[in-house]
């Protein structure tokens, strides 16, 4: 019997807008096998908004269902869900990144002295130290949020038809305005899993690399299912 292919696997919240290739919930934004489970009830204003406390043990039940699927790794379709990062990774044996945010304290290390991380995110006023400190970053990392009932929170809330020329727009402006604030800015993190669609053009607008959930997805899924390569034959160099 041949063993079951490996897959990553997304816990998604129960939203209905639109997902592009890019974004967490496509299939196509993934090099490799992945798998989907929604938690139902799990919507923006009480994962984002409300702390998505209730919703815990809910996101727990998916995680162990993809896990039992195939899964060796687990990422979640809300940046803030890391809040609980501790308690999914205590409860779903295997590793576990709840938020893109995760990478912050790596980004910061990787930039060097006088240049840090900036955090682009769907909601700045609930985006607090908390957060950061669950996912082991510095609580005043710059931060800036895509406008309350702009082009994001249209598609994202009230399921508004998917205006890429709208949001890609809406999403360098709000880059441009962080690093305006934040000169040392050196690198741009997307705390929104529904971004990732823009960051060549982030990246192409204001010259500094972009990572996403897709980056640490990779990273994350590629170390569970390493690369194999050639056997190296004797004597060769």
């Known amino acids: 019997m041949s063993a079951r292919p490996r897959a990553l696997g997304v816990i ?45 043990d809910d996101f727990v039940a998916a995680g162990r269902e993809l896990v039992a699927e195939g899964c060796t790794a687990i990422v979640t379709s809300c940046g803030f869900m890391a809040r609980h990062q501790r308690r999914l990774a205590d409860a779903l044996g295997v590793p576990v990144a709840a938020s893109s945010l995760m990478q912050l304290p790596m980004v910061e290390i990787a930039l060097g002295a006088g240049r840090r991380p900036g955090v682009i995110t769907y909601d ?58 934040h000169p040392s800015v050196g690198a741009i993190v997307l705390e929104c899993t529904n971004m990732p669609p823009f960051a060549q053009a982030i990246s192409t607008a204001l010259a500094l690399p972009v990572f996403d959930i897709l980056t640490l997805g990779e990273w994350l899924f590629t170390s569970t299912s390493p690369r194999t390569f050639p056997r190296a034959e004797k004597g060769a160099l």
């Open 124 to 181: 700045e006023a609930s985006l607090g130290p908390e957060t950061f400190r669950a996912c082991g970053a510095d609580p005043s990392v710059p931060k800036r949020g895509v406008p309350a009932g702009g082009a994001f929170h249209r598609l994202v809330e009230d399921n508004a038809p998917y205006d890429q020329a709208a949001l890609e727009a809406e999403v360098i402006a709000t880059a441009r305005r962080l690093v305006a604030d």
């Open 12 to 56: 998604m919240l129960d939203t209905a807008f639109e997902r592009p290739a890019g974004d967490v919930g496509h299939a196509a934004s993934w090099p490799f096998p992945v798998k989907f489970r929604r938690v139902r009830g799990a919507s923006v204003p009480l994962v984002v908004r409300a702390g998505g406390e209730g919703l815990v």
